[in-house]
């Protein structure tokens, strides 16, 4: 049995096209196809899983009129064309997307073809791609129950939650504090941007930590011990560490801060972590809710459409998350929210409780009975 896998751009897309393509492999002994394209960072991070990469030559169209948009309709025939030869070649069982440009001209050709078709939303706020695809597919699964009223077609839709890496699931905190080093008495704030890092939540947290500059190891101002684990970005590191030091921050001195530029062991450092700081990218959120953490989001806000404000407004309203605005974010806001939240244990527990029940576990094994179905119709 031949499945297709699609989905691509940015890794939001993709990590969940490769846990649900190892699904696939898994329950029905499939072989796999994953169709992206050249420019997305599958093409980078798909051949590495070892999954068979099929190159699609595809781009974004600019939002504004642009002579260039000519170009792009002349590479996005040839891409459909593309993909249509991939699907009469392979002949899957079915195709299965998770968004992005890419899943566009795949999905919509399995579907041309009469191949069953499942796609994948990550926000609750969906792309543009899979509100298109919508009208063809047969099943379209959803992370949040908020993003069913944008999907009008008689496609049947099921809230299954967002598919996280196998590893997530599997880390024991005690263990996973003892390998970062942090002290059993200690509470942990881990703090990032998306994969990239966040320009504004790094100032926000040099902020935070000249607050507690001066004020002793492991106190910090803050009720407790507190450890920090901030990761600042690849690419916003070294400037972010110059300005500390601009700012007479000199970490030895706070043997309770630890920065980094990128957290290979994140199933770790979540698995140790009270409270997370944190964007509100949907990999991101499926992530802390599957493990129960209570979280302060700042949406990224110039994602499309404005999607991770939605995302967060999501956790916010059942109490999983407290959430600031990127246009409100200071270090002051940041230290006097996290102060408050740590301050109050039995908030933070209630937090950690909604966090939880909002969390998917079983995403990916509900993700393939809706496979089932469309292979049993
Ligand atoms: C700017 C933008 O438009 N971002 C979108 C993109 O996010 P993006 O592609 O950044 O994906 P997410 O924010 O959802 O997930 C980031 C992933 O990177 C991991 N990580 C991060 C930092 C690190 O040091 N180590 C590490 O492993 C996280 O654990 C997580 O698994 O796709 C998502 C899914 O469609 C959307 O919800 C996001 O809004």
């Not at 595809?58 to 642009?66: A, H, P, V």
């Not at 996973?176 to 703090?191: F, H, N, Q, Y």
């Amino acid at each position: 049995m031949r499945f297709v896998v699609t989905g691509g751009g940015t890794g939001g897309h993709i990590y969940p096209a490769l846990a649900i393509a190892r699904g696939l492999e898994e329950r029905f002994g499939a072989e796999i196809h994953y169709i992206g394209g050249t420019r997305g960072m599958e093409s980078d991070i798909v051949p590495k899983s070892g999954f068979p990469f099929l190159p699609i030559h595809l781009e974004g169209f600019k939002r504004s009129l642009s002579p260039s948009n000519i170009k792009v309709a002349w590479r996005a025939a040839r891409g459909v064309a593309q993909a249509w030869r991939y699907i009469r070649q392979i002949r899957p069982a079915a195709v299965v997307g998770t968004g992005g440009y890419v899943c566009g001209p795949v999905v919509l050709a399995a579907s041309l073809c009469g191949i069953p078709t499942l796609i994948h939303e990550q926000n609750a706020l969906p792309g543009i791609t899979n509100r298109i695809l919508a009208r063809f597919v047969d099943h379209i699964a959803l992370t949040f129950e908020d993003s069913k009223k944008y999907f009008t077609s008689k496609a049947r839709t099921k809230v299954t939650g967002l598919p996280v890496r196998p590893e997530i699931l599997l880390k024991d905190r005690r263990a996973s504090r003892d390998k970062l080093g942090i002290p059993e008495e200690a509470r942990l704030v881990l703090s990032f941007g998306g994969s990239q890092g966040a320009g504004s939540l790094n100032r926000a947290m040099a902020g935070l930590f000249k607050s507690l500059h001066g004020e002793g190891a492991g106190h910090c101002g803050l009720p407790g011990k507190v450890h920090f684990l901030h990761v600042t970005g690849p690419r916003q590191h070294k400037e972010f560490m110059e300005g500390l030091d601009n700012s007479g921050i000199l970490l030895a001195n706070n043997g309770n801060i630890t920065i980094t530029s990128y957290l290979y062991d994140m199933p770790d450092a979540l698995a140790a972590s009270d409270l997370v700081i944190c964007r509100a990218g949907a990999a991101t959120l499926a992530e802390l809710t599957v493990l129960g953490l209570p979280a302060i989001l700042i949406p990224y806000p110039y994602a499309a459409g404005n999607h991770q404000e939605y995302n967060a407004r999501a956790l916010e309203s059942t109490g999983a998350a407290l959430v600031i605005r990127d246009a409100d974010l200071s270090g002051d806001i940041l230290f006097s929210n996290a102060r408050r939240l740590l301050g109050d244990v039995s908030r933070l527990a209630g937090m950690a409780e909604s966090s939880k029940r909002m969390g998917k576990p079983r995403a990916l094994e509900d993700i393939l009975d809706c496979v089932q179905i469309i292979l049993n119709n």
